[in-house]
């Protein structure tokens, strides 16, 4: 799997590519805990690029989501598609982390209003 991550403002967006199973849930999420220890307790996932999750890949999205709110922050799943959607809905993921059709929506849904300029 490759990770790549971007920021707006206090928001550090992951864009995940290939597989999130148990071969690559460690390096995730030693990416996420950087994250919040450097500040960025929210968070979006962005899975466009993702072709499979496992079973781990849910369980570290759901302790990814425990980590962030313990700092006083969330995360939003964006762009799930195709089988990695079918799953996330099968195991009830989408009704502990809210699940947005792109990157763009799911950074807005932090914002009570308009977006701020960056």
């Known amino acids: 799997m490759e990770l790549r991550t971007r920021y707006y ?4 967006i992951f864009s995940l590519n290939g597989r ?3 071969a690559t849930v460690p390096s995730f999420l030693q990416a996420v805990q ?9 968070l979006v996932i962005d899975l466009k690029k993702v072709d499979f999750l496992s079973s781990a890949g849910i369980k570290v999205l759901v302790q990814t989501a425990q980590l962030s709110r313990q ?3 969330d995360i ?3 762009n799930a598609r195709g089988r990695v959607k079918y799953v996330l809905n099968l ?10 059709p ?17």
């Open 9 to 12: 403002n206090d928001i550090a």
């Open 20 to 22: 999130l199973d148990a």
């Open 34 to 42: 950087g994250q919040v220890d450097d500040g960025y307790g929210r």
């Open 71 to 73: 700092q006083g922050g």
């Open 76 to 78: 939003r799943l964006a």
């Open 91 to 100: 195991a009830g993921v989408d009704s502990i982390i809210k699940v947005y």
């Open 102 to 118: 792109n990157v763009v929506s799911a950074t807005a849904s932090f914002f009570p209003g308009p977006l701020p300029s960056a």
